[in-house]
C-alpha cells in the first residue's frame, strides 16, 4: 500500500515536471552549441593578445582549443548513454553520488548565471553606441523579451536562436573574406618584447607566464560549447542527435576561431587588437572595409543576444533538473503548459539582472570562467570512472582514445583554473566563495530532501512518469 502511494506520488510530482520532447534534432543541437559560444568571437578572446603576444596566444588557444575538443568527446559519449536534461550534473551524479552531482551542477550553474549578466552589459555597451541608451533599463528589456520568448517553448526558442546566430557567423565570415587580401605574417609580431621579463622573444613578447595569464581568454573562444547535453531531454534522439550536435558544433567554432586569430591581427597588427573593444570593427577600419564595418558593428549585436539567449536555455535547464532532484527549491523545476521550466527561467534571470548591475562584465566573466574549469575537472573525471565503475554500459557513441582523452581535457582544466588567478585573482578567490556558500547550501539541508535517493532511482521515476504521460494521451 505504502509502495504504491510512493509510485503515485512520484508520478503527480514529475508530471509537473515534463519537458516537451522531439524538438531538437542534431543540426538544431549544433546551433545551440554555435549560440552558446558566438558572442566571443567578437570581443574579449582578443585581450588574450596584450597578456600573451600573438604567438602566446597562439598557444594558449591551441591548448584551450584541445581541451575543449577532448571535453566535448567525453561529454558525447555521456550524453548518449545518459540523456539526460541535468548534463555534467546528470553524468557527475551517476558515478560520484548526490554530492559529486551537486558540485559539478553548482559549478555549471555559477558560469551560466553569471556569463549572461556579463552579455548583457556588454550588449548594453553595443546599444549605447548604435542607439544612445544603455543601463538597467537595456539589461531588463533584453532579460524579458528573451526569457519570454524561451517561456513560450523549446521549439520556437531555438529556431529564433539559429536565426540570431546565423547573422552572426555571417558577419564572422564576411570580415575574414575581407580582411584575407590585407594579410601579413609581420603583423601578427609587432609587439615589442618586454625587457623586464624572463625568456621574452618576438613570438613570446610576454614570455610564459603570459601564456598562462592568456589561457581564460582563450576559452572565450569555445565557453559554454558543453552546454549542449542540457537540451538531451528534448532532442528527438539523444543516443545520435547530442553526439552530433556537440561535436558539429565544436568542430564549427575550431573554424570560426582560426578565422579570427590569425586574420584580424594579419591584417590589422597583433598590437592593435590587443587593446581593441571591437576587433572586427576595429580590423575592417584598419583597411579600408568602412561599410562592412558598420554593418559588422551592428551583427556585433546579434552575436552577443545569440550566446545571451541561448545562455538562458542552458541555466532554465540546469536549475530545472537540479530542481527537480531536489536539490534546488522544487518549484523551479514546474512546467507550464507548454512544457517550459517557468520559474527555473524566471529565478536566475532576476537574480542575473541584479549582477548585471554592478556593470563589472569582465569581472563576472572571469568569475563564470572559474566556474566553468571545476565542472571541466569534473566532468572528465566524470567519464573517467563512468569508463572504471561502468565499463558494460551502454554507449551509443565511445570517446576515441578512452580514458586519455577525458584525463588530457581534465589535465588541461585545472591548469585553466591556476590562469584566472594568475590574471585576476579577485575573480579567483570570489568565485571559490560563492562556491563555498553553495555547497554549504548542500550540506545543510538539501544533501537531507533529495526526491531520489540514486541517480539510478532518479531516472527510473522520470521513464515510468514518461510512459504514463505517453499512456494518458
Do not use: C
Amino acid at each position: 500500500m505504502e509502495k504504491g502511494k510512493s509510485m503515485a506520488h512520484n508520478e503527480a510530482y514529475l508530471a509537473k515536471r515534463q519537458l516537451k520532447k522531439g524538438t531538437a534534432g542534431w543540426l538544431l543541437l549544433a546551433g545551440l552549441g554555435v549560440s552558446y559560444v558566438i558572442s566571443g568571437d567578437f570581443a574579449g578572446w582578443n585581450f588574450g593578445i596584450a597578456q600573451a603576444g600573438w604567438g602566446g596566444f597562439l598557444i594558449a588557444s591551441i591548448l584551450m582549443g584541445v581541451m575543449y575538443m577532448f571535453l566535448v568527446l567525453s561529454l558525447a559519449e555521456m550524453s548518449a548513454a545518459i540523456p539526460a536534461a541535468g548534463g555534467g550534473y546528470s553524468f557527475a551524479r551517476h558515478v560520484m553520488g548526490p554530492t559529486g552531482g551537486y558540485l559539478t551542477g553548482l559549478a555549471i550553474l555559477i558560469e551560466y548565471a553569471l556569463a549572461p549578466a556579463a552579455i548583457v552589459i556588454f550588449i548594453g555597451a553595443a546599444t549605447e553606441q548604435l542607439l544612445g541608451i544603455d543601463g538597467p533599463i537595456v539589461y531588463a528589456a533584453f532579460y524579458a523579451v528573451f526569457i519570454g520568448i524561451h517561456v513560450l517553448g523549446a521549439g520556437e526558442a531555438l529556431k529564433t536562436m539559429m536565426v540570431i546566430s546565423a547573422l552572426a557567423v555571417f558577419a564572422i565570415i564576411a570580415t575574414a573574406v575581407a580582411l584575407i587580401g590585407d594579410f601579413n605574417v609581420a603583423n601578427l609580431f609587432d609587439i615589442v618584447p618586454a625587457q623586464d621579463v624572463v625568456g621574452a622573444t618576438s613570438f613570446l613578447p610576454l614570455g610564459w607566464h603570459g601564456v598562462w595569464a592568456a589561457l581564460p581568454f582563450a576559452m572565450w573562444l569555445f565557453l559554454a560549447v558543453e552546454g549542449v547535453p542540457l537540451a538531451a531531454e528534448e532532442a528527438k534522439n539523444p543516443a545520435k542527435d547530442v553526439p552530433k550536435g556537440i561535436i558539429g558544433a565544436m568542430v564549427f567554432l575550431l573554424f570560426t576561431a582560426a578565422l579570427v586569430l590569425f586574420l584580424l591581427a594579419g591584417a590589422s597588427g597583433a598590437q592593435m587588437m590587443g587593446e581593441s573593444k571591437v576587433p572586427l570593427v576595429d580590423a575592417l577600419n584598419a583597411v579600408g572595409s568602412t561599410k562592412l564595418a558598420t554593418l559588422v558593428n551592428v551583427l556585433a549585436l546579434a552575436g552577443l543576444i545569440a550566446s545571451f539567449f541561448s545562455i538562458i536555455y542552458g541555466y532554465s535547464r540546469l536549475v530545472f533538473a537540479l530542481s527537480r532532484a531536489g536539490y534546488l527549491p522544487q518549484f523551479l523545476s514546474l512546467t507550464g503548459t507548454r512544457k517550459t521550466p517557468l520559474w527555473a527561467l524566471i529565478i536566475p534571470g532576476v537574480l542575473g539582472f541584479f549582477a548585471s548591475l554592478s556593470g563589472e562584465g569582465d569581472l563576472m566573466l572571469a568569475m563564470a570562467v572559474v566556474g566553468a574549469t571545476i565542472s571541466y575537472a569534473l566532468m572528465s573525471l566524470s567519464h573517467i570512472l563512468l569508463r572504471v565503475k561502468h565499463p558494460n554500459m551502454r554507449r551509443p557513441y565511445k570517446t576515441p582514445g578512452g580514458i586519455v582523452t577525458s584525463g588530457i581535457a581534465l589535465v588541461l582544466s585545472l591548469i585553466a583554473l591556476t590562469g584566472v588567478y594568475a590574471f585576476d585573482p579577485r575573480a579567483f578567490n570570489y568565485t571559490l566563495v560563492l562556491y563555498a556558500i553553495g555547497a554549504l547550501y548542500f550540506f545543510a539541508y538539501s544533501k537531507n530532501h533529495l526526491v531520489a535517493k540514486t541517480a539510478e532511482e532518479e531516472f527510473a521515476m522520470i521513464a515510468q512518469a514518461e510512459q504514463e504521460l505517453e499512456h494518458e494521451l
